[in-house]
């Protein structure tokens, strides 16, 4: 009896030896191994992360400026009232002025808005319905009067419908002009003519297309005479004509 209790007994040891045999093996598979931190992994101190984060941001490209932005400052003054909005657009009635740089500009009516630079100015009517305040512009030496006016400050460009300038003894008229940026006006529906009567002028060279630098001369596609608003047979397909401040005359 005493045999088989030790044989018992000895079974029972190695059949448990046998069971932690194969569970090693799992046991050491489930468990989580802990690597010891590199040397190289270390916390950054703040002024560190600082230094970093500054470096990123000047990394990142700068914004760029408008170009359409002003850069000096605009004097305005108006005879009867002057409005601005929240957006930043401005009105003035009434004999109204601005001064920006080397620019001036006066009618009766003007808007302003801030933020593209864009100027419009026109006349008005009084209380008999007769015109009064029509926009006068001057740029350095260059001056015109027209009936209405858009014109970007800091692009220098501009449209003018009905302008009238003076170049040497003579007048140019034209129905729609736009003005580039180089200081030239490219007309549409032009008259050339020395007469003073803008409205109706007596005689003047129509030109239907043309470039004009002030100061300088005009150039002009097809053009023709008229005299008492009769076209006469006297035409040119291209025309160049330098200005001058001396009188001559005949054509």
Known sequence: MQICNQLYISKSILFLLFFLWLALPFSGFCQQKVVPASKENKTLPVDSISKVATDTINLQSPKKQKSNQIDAEINYTAQDSIVFLGNGTGFLHGKSDIKYKNIELKADFIRVKMDSSLIFAKGTRDSVGAKVGEPEFSEGESKYTSRELTYNLTTKKGYIRQAVTQQGEG?????????????????????????????????????????????????????????????????????????????????
């Open 171 to 251: 007048y140019i008229i034209s129905d729609k002009t736009k003005k580039t940026a180089e200081e030239t006006l490219c007309i549409s529906g032009g008259k050339y003519t020395t007469c003073d009567n803008h409205d109706h002028p007596d005689f003047y060279l129509s030109l239907t297309k043309g470039k004009v630098k002030p100061g300088s001369y005009i150039v002009a596609g097809p053009a023709y005479l008229v005299v008492e608003d009769v076209p006469l047979p006297i035409a040119i397909p291209f025309g160049f004509f330098p200005f001058t401040d001396k009188y001559s005359s005949g054509i």
